[in-house]
């Protein structure tokens, strides 16, 4: 295993205040000498199997995590001309953005002076278009690299002070029309249930590899999650995902509080209707069930950095244990029914998982379950601006959590 450095300390996390401005500046557009590039610059070869295409947001204090380690990562891997490795990377001390095509000794870097927003979902559709093209594959990994915080932003750029929320994400890929077969994420604690709900509403991504943790400095060991597939171009996106997993854990080992997991989005989306079940069994078990309610959220995992992110498989087990105390009726069995049931179809969501010894009790999916201040400071942005409270009620169990 690495030695992690000092840089470790930073993690690729967004500190987020109470109150969540959702003002973004606007965007006069992409230059012209880029609007042309996907047409100027197309690949004249017959279609790769892969491109890994990498969205870099350093545009803030962790441009030196990208220096200190990615960077070093990518150019660790070999070259294959079946694998295209590209990467359009923002940084702070810089006016305009680096395109970079990843092929070992033979790594080329253009720089535009033209600066962009990433945190637009302009620029990402940009970015998605130009790679696509100009780099056309059988098979799309897009990788978004900066800070993260579950359901509350990600993608912050600070010289423009943009930050990208689900609404942006989706209207990005909408807008590019590009299938995604795996999406990895590295970034803090997003894998969580409101972020994938936003992130697979358009049905443009297939697998979503990310954390529920936060995310270290170093962030993804790039040269072991890509070499196999570097080293085999016929990997599928679910072997992909799983090299991506696999080369968390060899480079970050057992004994950290970390964790990374790969998730099939059309199998998380189709487990919601087990969520549907649960939460209004949780809803109408209320009155009766909630000192167990209480208990497990209260054992439950609690994600570092964020306030009050548990992880949701967990809750769900502590609570069928805790319910397991009360005396049999059909209430009780209607909820540990239920809770069963939420449980088993979203494992199966779950293709991959690696956690730390510290973080072995999480699943892979978190949720937000907020009480005390953090309730107070956060219910109204929660219920009002995210999809997910709005299409499941999970916001209704939390509020009378908190009556």
Request: with cysteine; glycine share 6%.
């Amino acid at each position: 295993m690495r030695i992690l450095r000092d840089v470790e300390s930073v993690s690729k996390c967004l500190v987020v205040l109470a109150v969540i401005a959702l003002a973004v500046p606007g965007f006069s557009g992409l230059s012209s000498a880029v609007q042309s590039l996907s047409t100027d610059t197309v690949k004249a070869v017959a279609v790769d199997p892969w491109t890994i295409a990498l969205y870099i947001d350093a545009d803030n204090n962790l441009e030196s995590c990208y220096d200190q380690f990615t960077l070093p990562f990518l150019t660790n891997l070999a070259e294959n001309d079946q694998v295209n490795i590209v990467a359009w990377v923002d940084r702070l001390s810089t006016t305009g953005y680096e395109m970079i095509d990843f092929a070992g000794a033979d790594t080329t870097s253009t720089f535009s002076t033209t600066e962009l927003g990433f945190g637009l979902a302009s620029t990402l559709t940009a970015f998605i278009d130009w790679s696509s093209s100009t780099y056309p594959s059988e098979n799309y990994c897009l990788v978004l690299w900066d800070h993260g915080s579950a359901w509350k932003g990600f993608l912050a750029d600070d010289t423009d002070g943009s930050r990208m929320y689900g609404p942006d994400f989706d209207r990005a890929v909408r807008d590019a029309g590009v299938q995604i077969d795996v999406l990895g994420v590295d970034a803090c604690s997003m894998s969580s249930m409101e972020r994938m709900y936003e992130f697979s509403a358009s049905g443009y991504i297939d697998i979503m590899v990310a954390s529920e943790e936060l995310v270290p400095g170093n962030g993804f060991s790039y040269d072991l999650m890509f070499a196999p597939v570097v080293a085999d171009p016929t990997r599928t996106p679910e072997q992909l995902s799983s090299d991506m997993v696999l080369g968390w854990e060899a480079y970050y080992g057992a004994s950290q509080r970390v964790n990374l997991a790969a998730v099939d989005l059309h199998t998380y989306r189709a487990a919601l209707t087990e969520f549907g079940v649960w939460n209004q069994e949780l809803l109408d078990g209320y009155s009766s069930f909630y000192k167990a309610y209480n208990r497990a959220a209260k054992h439950s995992y609690q994600v570092s950095g964020s306030v009050c992110q548990i992880d949701m498989l967990d809750f769900a087990q502590l609570l069928y244990e805790e319910l397991g105390k009360y005396p049999v009726t059909a209430e009780r069995t209607a909820l540990s029914g239920a809770t069963t049931g939420m449980i088993n179809a979203f494992k199966v969501s779950v293709l991959a998982l690696s956690t730390g010894s510290v973080a072995r009790d999480t699943t892979g999916i978190s949720i937000w379950f907020g009480w005390g201040g953090t309730y107070d400071a956060l219910i109204e942005y929660y219920s009002s601006n995210l999809w997910f409270t709005a299409d499941t009620q999970w916001d209704e169990l939390i509020a009378a959590f908190n009556a």
